[in-house]
């Protein structure tokens, strides 16, 4: 099938390679200079402002499909932002039990030695403002040479690490992991993202506890949880970084005059990754 190469530009900025075993899924996320986030401490604030991401698993498994991957809300807790750290943080979250992806893990962790998850596990956090961007807005270079093409702006972090999984609903390690990851994903969304603080005159958060004592354990026998440390990290803003000056000016312009919230949140973006790079080119 014919693709445009735009299209084949973009999900070239991804490159993923399989072992032969199949025991481990390792990816390598495409991270050009000029538009790597080097900041370990920039990544994890990303993590936070958008904290819904995908898990994907690659399981040998007679049942379920081998490659899986679930949208899932969560919870970062940092240990620390040195890069060379072996474990930076954990990802604390949960999914259905009945889901197909659960089933998978379950079944891994019941036949592991370990009684954990062994593969590794990827989990990927987009920004929620991205989008394409046309040659029209290439104002410099499109007009002098017409060698211009399309792309796509947006914003990324890849997870690495090793899951732990909570799937044991007789066990008293369960039941208190998952009380306390919906207690605390609650309440990140109620006050972070609902702005339900109780102060300035806005309504109080939600909690776990205004709903009965016995609904909430059974819709905990209902999830399992997942908690995935966190041994590597990266992570990219592709915010038009790679043109020059008028070609990126021309950029925020076609931005701004989309009429759109996403417009103009990508128009700054691309004007503060512009400035930070002319920054640090300043600075060597």
């Known amino acids: 099938m014919e693709q445009s190469w735009w299209y084949i530009r973009y999900y070239a900025h991804v490159s993923i390679y399989l072992s032969c075993s199949f025991s481990h899924l390792r990816i390598a996320m495409y991270l050009r200079a000029v538009h790597a986030e080097n900041s370990i401490k920039a990544l994890f604030e990303f993590i936070q402002g958008n904290p819904l991401g995908v898990l994907t698993t690659a399981i040998s498994s007679p049942s379920y499909p081998f490659l899986q991957s679930s949208h899932i809300p969560w919870v970062l807790d940092i240990y620390d932002d040195d890069p060379s750290a072996p474990v930076k943080g954990l990802l604390r979250g949960h999914m259905a039990r009945q889901n197909p992806h659960s089933k998978a893990m379950m079944e891994a962790c019941a036949n592991s030695p370990t009684g954990k998850l062994q593969q590794d596990v990827m989990i990927l956090f987009t920004a929620q403002d991205h989008h394409y961007v046309t040659p ?64 300035e005159g806005k309504p109080g958060p939600w909690k776990v506890a205004d709903a009965p004592e016995r609904y909430i354990d059974i819709m905990k026998k209902n999830i399992i949880g997942i908690e995935v440390s966190i041994e590597s990290i990266g992570g990219k803003f592709k915010m038009s970084q790679e043109l020059g000056e008028g070609d990126r000016q021309g950029v925020i312009h076609g931005f701004n005059n989309l009429g759109s919230d996403v417009g103009t949140n990508l128009a700054g973006l691309v004007k503060e990754r512009g400035e930070m790079k002319e920054a640090a080119k300043g600075q060597k």
């Not at 702006?153 to 799937?167: F, L, M, P, R, S």
Request: with cysteine.
């Open 136 to 199: 029209k807005f290439y104002t410099e270079t499109k007009p002098a040479t017409g060698k211009v093409v399309p792309t796509w702006n947006y914003a990324a972090a890849q997870v690495y690490g090793k899951a732990t999984i909570y799937y044991d609903s007789a066990a008293d390690e369960t039941s208190q992991y998952l009380q306390q990851q919906i207690h605390d994903l609650s309440q990140l969304c109620e006050t972070s993202m609902m702005g339900h603080t109780g102060q």
